[in-house]
């Protein structure tokens, strides 16, 4: 069935450096646009990073921007997110989504906790 | 840049109906496509509503989504409250000129 798997998060260290991954399966990953989000302890959801399907055009928001890298492999089913310099304010549950498509809906995978700590 | 505002908090009883409403500030609620998630305690987000009204497979029919150009506003609306139905829920839409997805802040359902 379609399915998003996050993985890679854990507890890290302020300035430190964390690689989420997001396997997917059960569609061709490859014609989708793909999302980070995440929630912060008692917050709501925040938009984080958008890659397009053939990986050209990759934007942020502002509270990541400069320091988390979006990327993709196609042919692995997977996308990463690449955070660097992370901070306190970065604790959170991190999921990936699929974007959504003309008549074809958005799907969220199930998250991975990402603890800032010294 | 726009704001999707919801409110903070709803509640209705057990069978009855709520509405809960995304009142975009800046631009028409119509530029783009409004989604609509619930988040329940200890879960991740699943999808009710997406393309302002349509429902995925699996999604209960006692949840519907609309539009309404002159109130600038997307409403989702949940009939037949089962206790299930209780935790927060999200509106969402695409933001053009930041290229990124734009949230509402989130409702939080308690029902009764």
């Known amino acids: 069935q379609v399915q998003l798997v996050e993985s890679g998060g854990g507890v890290v260290q302020p300035q430190r450096s964390l690689r989420l991954s997001c396997t997917a399966s059960g569609f061709a990953f490859r014609n989708f646009v793909m999302n980070w989000v995440r929630q912060a302890p008692g917050k709501g959801l925040e938009w984080l990073a958008i890659?397009?399907?053939?990986?050209?055009?990759?934007y942020y928001a502002d509270s990541v921007r400069g320091r988390f890298t979006v990327s993709r492999d196609n042919s692995k089913n997977t996308l990463y997110l690449q955070m660097n310099n992370v901070r306190s304010e970065d604790t959170g549950v991190y999921y990936c989504a699929r974007d959504f498509q003309p008549n074809i809906e958005v799907i969220w995978g199930r998250g991975t906790q990402v603890i800032v700590s010294s | 840049n726009f704001v999707l505002t919801q409110p903070h908090s709803v509640s209705g009883s057990l069978g009855k109906a709520v509405t809960i409403t995304c009142t975009r500030n800046g631009g028409s609620i119509a530029y783009n496509h409004v989604q609509w998630y619930q988040l329940r305690p200890g879960g991740s987000p699943t999808t009710l509503i997406y393309q302002d009204s349509l429902r995925p497979l699996g999604v209960p029919d006692r949840f519907s989504g609309s539009v309404g150009r002159s109130s600038n506003s997307a409403s989702l609306t949940i009939t037949g409250l089962k206790a299930e139905d209780e935790g927060n829920y999200y509106c969402q839409s695409y933001d053009g000129t930041n290229h990124g997805w734009v949230f509402g802040g989130g409702t939080e359902l308690t029902v009764l």
């Open positions: 890659i397009s399907s053939d990986q050209s055009h990759k």
